[in-house]
């Protein structure tokens, strides 16, 4: 049995559910589950006395609307989405804003989004232009593969004419459904021009104007000093997914890649779990299974090995 401590971080990301309205191509999401959405208004109660932070994720957090209760309570302002409920029933916009919400984070995946979904850009085009009239921000979150790792610039200028407020870049991860996927991982060249453009749009937008994002996932810049980059992945913040497992993050909430447990409703992790914060943790642990990682004859793998399991 692997020794516990308290888990001490600031962060807690509450997993609504595993259910979600589109099957998308690329989507990582190993869990399953859903909870109530009582539940998740106990769990915010609960966690808000001893965390900083209590977030709410999806993977699909729209299909039950009962979720919205569980924002107000815990002070977030904002909500992930792929955005298909929100086009099929405009009125849920009115129901974001008085549950709080100002800004909604909405996939939109330029260059490759009829390739990942059934969701298409003028249907997404349709929600931004939506989400504007009533007032709220809409930030583009847009995966990329290395399809279109090389345009990341001018997905910021369709981006800002579109109106949105914001781009997210986050880099493809080869699980769950992704793992069907062939021929979309990032090489050391396509790290290079991503990064490079990435600080060619900042430097062209203001951030009141058009804020350029960019997830943990792609580790550390490539290109441009200097270089801040720290994972967060179970020092800061833990994700909890509906079978009350504990994971670093959202990238790797599946089975097997557990960081701690939940006891008695007490978060803790184990003692030998360590991150060192200076690459992504998602990244190491997302692409390799547990079984792939202990066979590669690889000494650099196999010190991880010891290290995180």
Not at 92 to 104: F, N, P, R, Y
Not at 133 to 154: F, P, S
Request: charge should be negative; hydrophobic fraction near 30%; glycine fraction near 8%.
């Amino acid at each position: 049995m692997r020794e516990l401590k308290k888990y001490e971080g600031e962060r807690v990301i509450l997993m609504a559910c595993s259910k979600c309205n589109v099957a998308c191509t690329h989507c990582y999401i190993g869990y399953k589950g859903n909870r109530t959405p009582e539940e998740l208004e106990e769990l915010c109660r609960h966690y808000s006395k001893d965390y900083k932070i209590v977030r709410i994720d999806g993977a699909e957090p729209l299909v039950d609307l009962g979720y919205l209760s569980s924002y107000k309570i815990v002070g977030q302002d904002w909500i992930m989405t792929n955005g298909l409920r929100i086009y099929q029933e405009p009125e849920v916009i009115d129901l974001l804003k008085e549950s709080g919400i100002k800004t909604v984070f909405m996939s939109y995946h330029f260059g490759i989004q009829n390739s990942l979904n059934g969701i298409t850009n003028e249907m997404l085009n349709e929600v931004t232009r939506m989400l504007r009239e009533k007032g709220l921000r809409v930030v583009l979150m847009t995966t990329i593969t290395n399809k279109n790792a090389h345009n990341a610039l001018e997905i910021c200028d369709e981006a800002h004419e579109l109106g949105a407020s914001g781009v997210e870049f986050n880099k493809i991860f080869i699980q769950g459904r992704a793992k069907n996927l062939s021929n979309v991982g990032l090489s050391k060249d396509d790290y290079d021009a991503f990064f490079t453009q990435i600080k060619q749009a900042r430097d062209k937008y203001d951030i009141n104007d058009l804020e350029v994002r960019r997830s943990g996932t792609f580790g550390k810049d490539t290109v441009n000093e200097p270089n801040r980059f720290q994972c967060s992945a179970g020092v800061k913040k833990v994700c909890i997914t509906p079978d009350d497992h504990v994971y670093g993050c959202t990238c790797i909430c599946k089975p097997g890649y557990e960081i701690g447990e939940v006891h008695d409703g007490q978060i803790y992790l184990y003692t030998d779990f360590v991150n060192d914060r200076t690459w992504c943790l998602g990244d190491k642990m997302g692409q390799l299974g547990i079984e792939d990682i202990r066979e590669l004859n690889n000494p650099d793998v196999m010190k991880l090995t010891r290290k995180y399991y």
